[in-house]
Every structure is written in structure tokens, then in C-alpha cells.
């Protein structure tokens, strides 16, 4: 009798895992690269910057509607560092000025005294850089669901400078040999902040997006930042734009203290270099 043929063992397979049941499909319909990119913020109506008596305040150290901020740049730049989270940094610096006949009877700026009648320059400067993680929070599979929604924590810090000055009354000190009655300030704000952002993926390469962040102290500084945003990425570039508010105060314990919510549209573009 012939002997009976033995079933040889299965070769191993040499195919990608892919080809063995694991799924092909992306994480994301676009891949998540370095990204740097830069934006344009045109400022619109909003709580124009206002200077208020803080708690140590011994006169009325009050004044409002500083002036209504420039249109504002700003620069960009994600980090992938995990499978699901992102690591951000977002920069930008603004300034705006105005001019106003002092209502009240008398007022008390940064030690520069000034009464009813007289006309008043003012300017302001900000400046606000922020570090953040983005990071996958529901639902946590993969592929990404076309809606997610992502946790951010943040540490964001920010840098206000205020001058004040009465051109008029300037002009009369100088004529008289005097000093002119000018001051300025400068404040100065680090928070945490914490926030959600949620996103849905209209197409593989549309991108919708809102997110709210912010953090507070009672009776001490805040700031909160809010951005509703859509975006069309192809290969290595992307634009996108919307709607972007930041809002910020300084700490009240003091003589005087700083408070402005400023929003407006934006549009902006990014480059993506792939890892």
C-alpha cells in the first residue's frame, strides 16, 4: 500500500498586516504631520479694552473703552506625540488705540491725575502665546469617528501694556517748562486653562471645528479662548477660517486692573511636512 501524504504545516505568511485582517484604513482621513502656519485676525465689534480701580485702590482709578484693537497676526505650529494627541503652540500680538474727553470728575491712571474736560490719548499693546495638548477623548477608536470630540490643556500666558497721556495738557506743561503728565503700565497673566473641542469630518479633506477653553481664579486673573473654524486640506497645504474670541482679565487685587474681550474673523493657512 502507498504510504499516505502527511499535511504540511501552513507557511508562514509574509504579507503586511494589513493583509491579514488588520484594518488598512487610516487613523485619520488625512495623516497628522508637523504643521506650521500663520493667520489673520480682523477684529470686530467687541468690550473694547477698559482700565478699572482694582481693590487697592484709594481714588477713582476707572476708564473705560481704550480703543477698538487693530486687526491682529498671528503664527502656528502642531507636533504629533502620541497616537492620539497633538502638541500646539498659537502666538499672536495685537494693539489699538483711541481718544476720549474724560467724563468723570476726576481720575487717577497709573499715578498720572487727570480731570473733567481733558482730552486723552490712549494705546494698548497685548501679546499672547499658548501651548496646548489636543487630544482624542470620544469615542477612542479607530478609524476616528467622522465626529469626535478632544480634550485640551493648555498653559497660556499673556502680556498687556497700557500708555495714557493728554496731548493738550502736554502742550501747556511743556510751554510752562513742565513735565508732561503721560504713564504707562504693564500686566502680566500665566494660567492654566482647560477646554473641549469638537470636531466633524464633513469629507476626507473638510474639516469642521469649535472649541472653548478657559480658566479662572474668583476675585484673581481669568482668560477664556473660543474658535469655530472650517478647513480644506489638500496634500501639503490647508486653509481654513472662521470665527475666533479671546477674552482676558487681570487680577483685581490691585490699584488697578485691565479687562477686554476682543473677537472677530480670521482666515489662515498651514504647511504639512509629513514625518
Given amino acids: 500500500m502507498g504510504q499516505t501524504q502527511q499535511s504540511q504545516p501552513p507557511a508562514a505568511s509574509t504579507q503586511p498586516a494589513s493583509a491579514q485582517g488588520q484594518s488598512a484604513v487610516p487613523d485619520y482621513p488625512d495623516p497628522r504631520t508637523f504643521t506650521i502656519g500663520a493667520f489673520y485676525w480682523v477684529i470686530g465689534p467687541g468690550q473694547q479694552p477698559s482700565n478699572r480701580g482694582g481693590n487697592q485702590a484709594f481714588d477713582y ?35 489699538g488705540d483711541g481718544n476720549q474727553v474724560l467724563g468723570a470728575p476726576a481720575v487717577d491712571i497709573f499715578g498720572a491725575n487727570y480731570i473733567q474736560g481733558d482730552y486723552l490719548a490712549t494705546q494698548f499693546q497685548f501679546k499672547s502665546a499658548k501651548l496646548y495638548l489636543d487630544d482624542l477623548l470620544f469615542p477612542h477608536k479607530f478609524p476616528v469617528a467622522k465626529f469626535r470630540i478632544k480634550s485640551l490643556w493648555e498653559v497660556e500666558w499673556v502680556h498687556i501694556k497700557e500708555t495714557i497721556d493728554a496731548p493738550i495738557l502736554d502742550a501747556t506743561l511743556a510751554a510752562q517748562g513742565l513735565a508732561a503728565d ?57 486653509i481654513r477660517g472662521g470665527g475666533k474670541a479671546f477674552h482676558f482679565k487681570t487680577s483685581p487685587n490691585s490699584p488697578e486692573y485691565i479687562s477686554a474681550t476682543i473677537a472677530g474673523a480670521f482666515v489662515g493657512i498651514r504647511w504639512h511636512w509629513s514625518l
Fill in 61 to 95: 482709578e476707572t476708564l473705560a473703552d481704550w480703543g477698538k484693537p487693530h486687526n491682529t497676526p498671528g503664527v502656528e505650529a502642531t507636533f504629533p506625540i502620541t497616537r492620539t494627541g497633538e502638541l500646539h503652540f498659537e502666538y499672536f500680538q495685537g494693539k
Fill in 182 to 238: 503721560s504713564a504707562n503700565v504693564s500686566h502680566q497673566i500665566i494660567l492654566p486653562a482647560f477646554g473641549l473641542a469638537a470636531e466633524y469630518a464633513l469629507t476626507p479633506h473638510v474639516l469642521l471645528r469649535a472649541s472653548l477653553s478657559g480658566f479662572g481664579i474668583p476675585h484673581k486673573a481669568d482668560i477664556a479662548d473660543a474658535e469655530a473654524t472650517v478647513s480644506y486640506r489638500h496634500g501639503m497645504w490647508e
